[in-house]
C-alpha cells in the first residue's frame, strides 16, 4: 500500500534521497525546497516540489495553500543546517538565531501548518531528523554549540508535539541518521546516503503509536536524551 509524504529540504543530501526511494517503490512524495527553478533536473527528483523558505514565518504559514487538502500520511522533517559556533568564542547572535530558526523552530511550525493534511492521512507520523548530537547524556566533547542546543530543542519540542497529539492516533519521533556522506557529514563519514535513508524508511515503515515521543537512531536502537 501506498503512502503520501511531505519531506522538508528534498533537494540535496538526505532530503533528495527519501525522494528517490520513495518514489522508487511507489510512494507519492511532495519536497520542499527554497527555489523550484535551482533544482537540479538531473537529479532524479521525483516529487512535486512545494516552495518553502523555512526562515520566513509567511513562506510557513502559507504552506496550506500550495499543499491544499490532500491528505499526508507522513512528514518528514528533514531540513537542517550545522553551526559555526563550534567554540564559545564563536558563538554569536545572529549565527544561533539562524539555526535553532531551521532546526527547531521551523520543524514545529511545518508540523502545524500541515496538521489538518496529517489529520486526514492515514498513519499521522511526523518523524524529525535530529541527531545523537542533541542528546544531553552523550554530550562528552562539549563544542558545536548551535547545532547541539538546536536539536536538543527539536527533540524536546517533539515529546510536546507528542503529548499534545497522542490523542489523535497521532505518531511524533525524532531520529538521528548516523553519520552521512553529505554536505554537512563530509566525505570521511562512514555511511552514504543510500545506506542511511534505507534503514530510516525500514524503521518508519514500523512505526506505530507505541513508539510515539522516543528517539531513535537510524537501525532502529533508542538513544538518550
Request: hydrophobic share 40%; aromatic share 6%; glycine share 10%.
Amino acid at each position: 500500500m501506498s503512502h503520501t509524504y511531505f519531506v522538508t529540504g528534498s533537494n540535496r543530501g538526505l532530503g533528495l534521497e527519501f525522494v528517490r526511494q520513495l518514489s522508487r517503490r511507489g510512494d507519492v512524495v511532495m519536497g520542499s525546497v527554497r527555489d523550484v527553478a535551482q533544482v537540479d533536473a538531473g537529479a532524479e527528483h521525483a516529487a512535486s516540489l512545494v516552495p518553502l523558505e523555512l526562515t520566513d514565518q509567511k513562506s510557513i504559514d502559507s504552506l496550506p495553500e500550495r499543499v491544499g487538502d490532500r491528505s499526508i500520511d507522513v512528514l518528514i522533517n528533514n531540513a537542517g543546517v550545522s553551526s559555526d559556533s563550534s567554540t564559545l568564542a564563536r558563538c554569536d547572535a545572529a549565527e544561533l538565531h539562524r539555526v535553532f530558526s531551521i532546526n527547531s523552530i521551523a520543524p514545529v511550525l511545518v508540523t502545524r501548518a500541515l496538521l489538518p493534511n496529517l489529520r486526514k492521512g492515514s498513519r499521522k507520523l511526523v518523524v524529525t531528523v535530529s541527531s545523537q548530537l542533541g542528546s544531553i547524556t552523550n554530550n562528552s566533547g562539549g563544542s558545536s554549540y548551535g547545532y547541539r542546543a538546536s536539536k536538543a530543542a527539536v527533540n524536546m519540542l517533539t515529546v510536546s508535539m507528542h503529548h499534545e497529539l497522542k490523542g489523535e492516533g497521532f505518531t511524533c519521533v525524532v531520529v538521528h541518521p548516523g553519520w552521512v556522506q553529505t554536505d554537512m557529514g563530509g566525505p570521511n563519514a562512514p555511511l552514504k546516503p543510500d545506506e542511511s535513508v534505507g534503514h530510516l524508511i525500514r524503521l518508519i515503515d514500523r512505526l506505530t503509536a507505541a513508539d510515539s515521543g522516543r528517539f531513535f537512531n537510524y537501525d532502529g536502537t533508542t538513544l538518550p536524551w
